[in-house]
C-alpha cells in the first residue's frame, strides 16, 4: 500500500537555485495540501487544491508555486531557495465526504530540504 | 476564522501514568476537530476525530478525546502512558464554509519516562 509518497526524501539546495518537490497519491483523493514543518511552529499551510486542475493559496504561500495537473499529483516548485525554505514538508491527500475539512489527511514521510 | 490552541509544548509522564494533552479551538460553526501522532522521522497519522456524532470519540493505541463545546474543548486523554506513546501530537479543527483547510496546532512533544 503506497498511499502517499513523496520524492525526493532530502535535499539541499544553495540560496537562488529552484526544484520541485513532487506527491504523488494512489487513493483517488480529491484534496491535496502542502505543509511546511518547522520546530515549535506546527504545521503551517502552503498551498492546497480541491480538484485536478484547481490550486489554491494557503497561510505561507510566498515563494512556491504548485500545479496539479493530474488527480494523483500535486507538485510544488521553489523558484529561487531562500534559506527561510529550510524546513520539512509534508504533502497530504484526503476525500472528506463533507468535504476537505471533514476527513481523515493522509500524509507522506516528508521531504527534508536544506538551503545553505 | 478558526484557531486551535495546544497547552503545553511539552508534557512528560512515567509509564503507566495518565496522559493528559490539552487542546482548544475556536471556531464560528459546528467544527470538525481531530488528533493526529507523529513519530520520529514519519508524517502524521489520525488519532482519532469528531464529527457530531458523539462527544466521547475512542481512537486508536487506547487513546480517546472528549469534545466539551462549553469549554471549547478537545482533550486528549489515555489511562495509562507506554513507553511506544512518544511522540508529537497535534490537534486539528476544520470549520467548513469557503475554509477548506484544517488548521493544526503548534504540537506537544509527549515523553514517556521509565
Not at chain 1, 513532487?22 to 495540501?33: G, T
Not at chain 1, 492546497?48 to 516548485?77: C, H, I, M, W
Not at chain 1, 514521510?109 to 545553505?116: A, I, W
Not at chain 2, 501522532?37 to 487513546?63: C, D, E, H, M, R
Amino acid at each position: 500500500n503506497a498511499g502517499v509518497t513523496q520524492t525526493p526524501k532530502f535535499r539541499v539546495l544553495k540560496t537562488g537555485q529552484s526544484m520541485t518537490l513532487l506527491c504523488a497519491q494512489d487513493m483517488n483523493h480529491e484534496y491535496m495540501y502542502w505543509y511546511r514543518q518547522d520546530p515549535g511552529m506546527g504545521l503551517r499551510l502552503i498551498h492546497y487544491s480541491v480538484g485536478e486542475g484547481t490550486t489554491a493559496k494557503g497561510e505561507v504561500p510566498d515563494g512556491y508555486n504548485v500545479s496539479r495537473l493530474k488527480k494523483q499529483n500535486f507538485l510544488l516548485g521553489l523558484e529561487s531557495a531562500a534559506p527561510s525554505q529550510t524546513s520539512v514538508y509534508f504533502c497530504a491527500s484526503g476525500a472528506g465526504a463533507r468535504g476537505p475539512h471533514t476527513g481523515e489527511l493522509f500524509f507522506g514521510e516528508g521531504s527534508r530540504l536544506t538551503v545553505l | 476564522a478558526q484557531s486551535v490552541t495546544q497547552l503545553g509544548s511539552h508534557v512528560s509522564v512515567s509509564e503507566g501514568a495518565l496522559v493528559l494533552l490539552r487542546c482548544n479551538y475556536s471556531s464560528s460553526v459546528p467544527p470538525y476537530l481531530f488528533w493526529y501522532v507523529q513519530y520520529p522521522n514519519q508524517g502524521l497519522q489520525l488519532l482519532l476525530k469528531y464529527t457530531s456524532a458523539a462527544t466521547l470519540v475512542k481512537g486508536i493505541n487506547g487513546f480517546e478525546a472528549e469534545f466539551k463545546k462549553s469549554e471549547t474543548s478537545f482533550h486528549l486523554t489515555k489511562p495509562s502512558a507506554h513507553m511506544s506513546d512518544a511522540a508529537e501530537y497535534f490537534c486539528a479543527v476544520g470549520a467548513g464554509g469557503s475554509n477548506y483547510k484544517l488548521t493544526f496546532g503548534k504540537g506537544t512533544l509527549l515523553t514517556v519516562n521509565p
